[in-house]
């Protein structure tokens, strides 16, 4: 959430929402003169509950674009529906291997030697939204879910700021058969082997 504050996005940062009051990216965005707003997922009596208030709190905002940035309450059909096209999410695989959570854990408990992020449109099917850009790092024999997590999360910072950029300049879409439309240049002969070729 903050290197998408501090990536300079060509979009007003309408708000920053968290069902936690002590999410540290609350404090952040006040500092930063942003408007903020809590709902603390317990005082509502179902996920579809929560997801009406939470709706009506995005909305009184009026965004274009909805980013998830650590954000842990799976989300209704009926929400994910309501933002078709227009919310997205960063996770911290290669979609759609290790979906869900602990995926650095479960990716060297795997021996795969490379890992990395996904930012994705957010449907119903959790965590299998059509992935707008991923980057991957190398895995390092002597990596700790810790260590890995630091280089993913420094790609999680570049990749993150880049979807958003294309979203708002309508570089990026999502058309109506659920397909990722992007006008980006594709660059074919790009590889990363891992451990390098001799
Ligand atoms: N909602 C939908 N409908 N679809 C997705 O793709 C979503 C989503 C909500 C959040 C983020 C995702 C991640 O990047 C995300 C994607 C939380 C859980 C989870 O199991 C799963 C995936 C993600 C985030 N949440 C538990 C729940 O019962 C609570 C876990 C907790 O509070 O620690 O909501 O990882």
Known sequence: ??????????????????????ATGLEFARQHGIATAVLPHRDYADRAAFDA??????????PDIIALAGFMR???????NRYHGRLINIHPSLLPAYAGMNTHERALQDGVKIHGCS???????LDHGPIIIQ????????????TLAQRVLHEEHRIYPQAI???CRGQVS????GKVVSDRLEQPGSALVAPGLE
């Open 1 to 22: 959430m903050q290197a998408l504050l501090a990536a300079n996005l060509p979009c007003r940062i309408a708000a920053v929402i968290s069902n936690r009051a002590d």
């Open 119 to 125: 930012v994705h449109f957010v449907t119903p099917d």
């Open 135 to 146: 980057a991957a790092v190398t895995v390092l024999s002597n990596d700790t879910p810790h």
């Open 165 to 167: 950029r294309w979203l």
């Open 74 to 80: 799976i989300l209704t059909t009926e929400f994910v």
């Open 174 to 177: 999502l058309n109506a058969a």
């Open 53 to 62: 208030a939470l709706a009506q709190a995005i909305d009184g905002y009026q």
